[in-house]
């Protein structure tokens, strides 16, 4: 028996001083990775205001959004595939070996954008080859969240699943946080005529660099999925079918958390920016402080989760957000002061850590053990992809029509599909595959 599996069977109360200091080592190395990954990704987000222009020549600066929106959307569309493919790379070969691999594709992924010439220097190809890496990109991460999100859940302890799995989201946003931060140095050192001009790719070789740290630290992980625990049937999408209410929850739920999350977080920089008025720096440092407060809370609301149960939390989530989006993007639209965009922006996210904290963890204690991988990551990446994936272009679209408010509304139904699903959910408590 493995280390790993001699973990995951201690009860909580009797684990040893050393059982201890390995979960908590294979918590950290299985999070850096998941945030270096998570940085490559947002990197593309937050550098879109300087590099649109570059890959997508128009003289409207919404019309270049949209451009750089729809490519961000591809990477979201090749997730489906990634979360297939890695999901049951992970189920059939084991946790380790498919979050080393994924890890690598985003470096390729991170350094390819680092190098790629404008549309200025090859015309049209340009935004082709942008296009295909993003892609292995959206792949790669596609893989990432299902298996990083099974292995947390299945390396924590039972009564503090909730608070250890939350570090997902921690790392998460810490990838977005760090995206950020760079971004905010750059704009302070060199400026932002220097940014649009070739700055812009400096975040990427940040990125390239970070993963080989990821990787090392991945290559020490200990397995959580054994070989004599692997079947034949481990990872096929035929025993995945045999759970249809699970996938459908899943589905239901990252719907309208996904869509929500991308609005408050990787939108909402050029929101501040294109609908507010506030000057690109500004909405970056609001963005910075927002994203930071909003990283520490996800360990709060996971504990939380372990003393009032995973379903009550995303009651909570579905009513508070389908009461308060509209509120709080109508008064985001008119603000001025960058304390009280803060203010309402973490609001808002305060309400969506009712899921945040908790999503990777409630879907894997859906599956049981042979398709959770594939189960938490297929089912996320396509709910992802057609919702979280467009929630930029479609705000955006919004706009460029006069009917930015209806992006608000759209929002706010996603929202309200989530409260039914969850309401529809078994008890975790009684019914979870991992206790």
Known sequence: ??????LAATPAAAEAPADTRRRIWSIVAGSTGNLVEWYDFYAYAYTALYFASSFFPKTDRTASLLGAAAVFAVGFFMRPVGGWFFGRFADRHGRRASMVLSVLL????SLAIAVLPTYAAIGAAAPVLLVLVRMVQGFSLGGEYGTSATYLSEVA???RRGFLASFQYVTLIGGQLTAVLVIALLQQVLGEGALK???WRLPFLIGAVLAVVALYLRRSLHETAPAEKRTVESGTLKALFRHPGAIATVLGITAGGSLIFYAFTTYMQKYLVNTSGMSAPTATAVMTWVLFAYMLLQPAFGWLSDKI?????????GVGTTLFTVPIFSALAVVHSPVLAF????????LVSFYTSISGLFKAELFPMEVRALGVGFSYAVGNALFGGTAEYVALWFKSIGHEAWFYWYVTGMCAVVLVTTLLMRDLKRHGTLS
């Not at 028996?1 to 001699?6: K, N, P, Q, S």
């Not at 203010?343 to 305060?350: G, I, P, S, T, W």
């Open 106 to 109: 985003m470096c390729g992924g």
């Open 1 to 6: 028996m493995t280390i790993a599996v001699d």
């Open 309 to 317: 149960g995973r379903r009550t939390c995303l009651i909570l989530f």
């Open 197 to 199: 001009a070739w700055a």
């Open 343 to 350: 203010l309402l922006v973490l609001a808002a996210l305060a």
């Open 157 to 159: 302890t039972s009564g």
